[in-house]
Every structure is written in C-alpha cells, then in structure tokens.
C-alpha cells in the first residue's frame, strides 16, 4: 500500500490559490491519486482524481508529474468555505480488494 | 446521489455497555467500510466488508465487531463500550471498479461515560 506524507496544516487568504503538495515515493503502476474534502462535523466527500499529467473539474485541478511520485491538489482563488481537511488518497481501483487508507490529512484554514 | 445514512448521528452512553451503530447504503455497494476519527489522527479503518456476510479487520479493530446481513446494511457493534471509544464514528461504501469514489455518511459522534 503506497503512503502518503502531506503537510499538516496550511493557511491562506481569500481570493488566493492554494497548492497541497502529497508525497507517495512508492507509487504502483496501477494505482491512482484521489483527494477528498472533510468539513467539520461531516464526512469526508471526493473531489478529484487523476493517473498523470493534469485534471481539471470544477473545484479544483490536480497536477502529477511524469515519474508520479508526489502530486499536487491546486485549489483557485480560495473562499472562507474552502476551510476544510483535505485527503490523498493512493491505491489500485482494479476490483474490490483495495482498502481506503486515509492519513491525518493536511487542515487548510482560509482567513479573510 | 449515492446516499449512506447512519441511524444515529449523537449518541451517549455507559461504560459496559453494547452499543449498535448502524449504517445503510442505496446504491447496491459491495464494499462497506467503518472508520473513526479522533483529532489530530485522521480517519482510522476499523472494520471493512467486501460483500454480504463477509468481514475483516483494519487497522484498530480491537474492541469492535460488525455484522453484514444484507448488502445495504453494516452495522458496527461496541461489545462493552469505554471511554476510549468516544470518538466520531464514519460509514463510508463503494462500488468495485468504480475508482476511488468513496461514499461517507455524516457520522455517529459517539460518547461513553
């Protein structure tokens, strides 16, 4: 199972972009990178997911580079609501033998 | 919208006592999973189910047992609760094959005194 290191906790501002940088040094080929969103008093909700090069959806992009072994959660022009503990999450989706592993999460705090 | 309700969502109870937490799902997943979470340790795997009837440990399962008669249902079952056990409990499903979209309900904030 591929472990992840991220920052604890981070802070920004809003109307800024914010960068969650994951480490996954033993990254497996069929594994893919997925982050998830935790607000207080809730259960953590997915937000992206991605192989390699870039993902964008509506909330956020996720960039990855060639060799896969760290990837980046980049979140544009943060809100007060964007206060959250976000999650990466790595792991093979082949069949139903893969076993979510969260982490402690990094905790972003958005001041006004 | 995939939904995973858990019955209870604050529950307070004594020490030595059973204690049944139940979670459903409504979208047919084979995969059920329950976690806690305590601040400043993320979320810790306790139990996880691959289908009906089937069961095995995670990570803290000591204290802990489960039950998964139905496909839908997975219930989390404190045999004698303590006071370490007070913690925020999460159900989470997925369906196999289907990434790592992963499904949580809203949790059970569990307090044993």
């Known amino acids: 199972l591929a472990k992840t290191t991220q920052p604890i906790s981070m802070d920004s501002y809003e109307g800024q972009e914010v960068n969650i940088t994951c480490s996954h040094n033993n990254i497996a080929t069929n594994d893919y990178i997925t982050w998830y969103q935790q607000f207080p008093s809730q259960g953590p909700r997915f937000i992206i997911q991605g192989y390699k090069t870039k993902v964008t959806n509506e909330v956020a992009s996720l960039f990855i580079p060639a060799d896969r072994k760290s990837s980046t959660l980049s979140l544009p022009r943060v809100s007060l609501s964007d206060t959250a503990v976000y999650y990466c999450l790595v792991g093979d989706l082949t069949g139903g033998s893969y076993i979510p592993t969260f982490g402690r999460g990094t905790s972003l705090i958005v001041h006004p | 919208d995939v939904k995973v309700t858990q019955s209870s969502r604050y529950l307070v109870k004594r020490t030595g006592e059973k204690v049944f937490l139940e979670c459903v799902q409504d979208?047919?997943?084979?995969?059920m999973f329950w976690y806690r979470q305590d601040p400043g340790l993320g979320l810790r795997l306790i139990y996880f189910s691959y289908d009906v009837k089937m069961k095995e440990k995670g990570d803290i399962p000591e204290g802990y047992s489960v039950s998964r008669e139905k496909k839908e249902r997975f219930s989390l079952i404190l045999e004698s609760a303590s006071t370490n056990q007070t913690s925020m409990y999460l159900c989470?499903?997925?369906?196999?094959?289907?990434?790592?979209?992963?499904?949580f309900g809203e949790g059970s904030w569990l307090t044993v005194v």
């Open positions: 979208m047919d997943h084979e995969n």
């Open positions: 989470a499903s997925r369906l196999p094959d289907s990434g790592n979209t992963i499904y």
